[in-house]
């Protein structure tokens, strides 16, 4: 899923943001590693009969600030030092925001889409047993993730419960509403996008009443992201998903691509829209950019002929370093993902809340409190973007790493 060692760039970024803020040596070793990586293996019975023995991993990074938290992915190309990875990035996400959480991550090797629902669910339950010593709702709490969705939330919750031996609904985040999930949960990535979208425009003077908008990926992120910079009053000029994108500069209603899509499969060919590919589409003229499909789709072969003013990073890792450099020298503002994605670990933090008090929330107060703490969080770093004169993505890492450094030295750790 990475063209690079993903542990590799999470230390150069580490190493990158250490000499910006004159980072404390002893602070900096320490951050380096994961506190913590745990390696299962799971024995499955295959719908043949067979046992086939399944590799997985979970990744604690850092607990300063409270609980490890982080997804689990189920993938063919998950590593133990792509997990590693990840669950640094996952300290970096919820410290930015203020959570009180450390970062994890979990994942298991295997191809969801060669397995029945029957042998995903023994898979599921193998796993969160394995590594049910180390979780918990004060230790680590997983999450959905790359292939993993509420299903299997419900199915781990359940699976920490019966080792228990009483329900634990905090055990885990993302799951169904029935059993503890919270409201919003499926908005809350998009939304949360929306949201520190709206606090940008304002820091770049940008007219959302009058502002095109190019989403590139129409998954849950893309779709809640394109839905709700609409309802701001945005024009969505462009959209795309994995078979290509479609292009209006006078705009596109974003719930009729969506039924279009369910009927056909795919945005493409959707009536009076201009077929383009997902490459192009990048480049097409409107003012703010929300890449929310894949990795490295902003690089140094088309970062200088990117013609949006603003971008928003809904997926992971969309931007490369080396665009980065160009982005910020033509005066691009890249908010980056682990403050721009970040609602949905918001409101997981929110369903853990819901669930240690026994206490549920309305949507409208879920999105009431995301608004508040991703407002607050892009203040924080757009106030170390002015003060270091550095890209929004330093900035947010040194907000990042500044909290998770404050609360060790607090601790006595250094």
Known sequence: MYERNPYEMALEQLNKCAKIMNLDPNAHEILKYPKRVL?????????????????????????????????VRYHPN?????????????TWKCSVVGLPYGGGKGGVICNPKEMSIGEIERLSRGYFYAISRIIGPEIDIPAGDVNTSSREMAWFMDEYSKWKGYNVPGAVTGKPVNIGGSE???????????????EAAKKLNIDLKNAKVV???????????????????????GISDSRGGIYNRYGLSVDAVLEFKKKTGSVV???????????????????????????NQITEKNANRIKAKLILE?????TTPEADDILHKKGVMVVPDILAN???????????????????????????????L???????????????????????????????????????WI
């Open 342 to 372: 970040a609602g949905g670990v918001s409101v997981s933090y929110f369903e853990w809340v819901q669930n240690l008090q026994g206490y549920y929330w309305s949507k409208e107060e879920v999105f009431d409190k995301l608004d508040k």
């Open 184 to 198: 919003g949960r499926t908005e809350s990535t998009g939304l949360g996008v929306a949201i520190v979208g709206r």
């Open 314 to 318: 809904g997926a992971n890792g969309p």
């Open 39 to 71: 390696c299962v293996y799971i024995p499955v019975r295959m719908d043949n009969g067979t046992i086939k023995v399944f590799k997985g991993f979970r990744s604690q990074h850092n607990d300063a600030l409270g609980p490890f938290k982080g997804g």
């Open 374 to 412: 991703l407002v607050k969080a892009f203040n924080r770093v757009y106030e170390t973007y002015c003060n270091y004169n550095v890209d929004m993505r330093m900035a947010a890492y040194i907000c990042a790493i500044s909290r998770v450094v404050d609360a060790m030295k607090t601790r006595g």
């Open 78 to 90: 998950v590593t133990m030092e792509e997990v590693m990875a990840l669950s640094m990035w996952m």
């Open 215 to 237: 989403v590139q990926g129409f998954g849950n992120v893309g779709y809640y992201s394109a839905y709700f910079m609409e309802k701001l009053g945005c024009k969505i000029v």
């Open 269 to 295: 060919n959707y009536p009076g829209a201009e077929v383009v590919s997902n490459e192009e589409l990048l480049e097409r003229e409107c003012d703010i950019l929300i890449p929310a499909a894949l990795e």
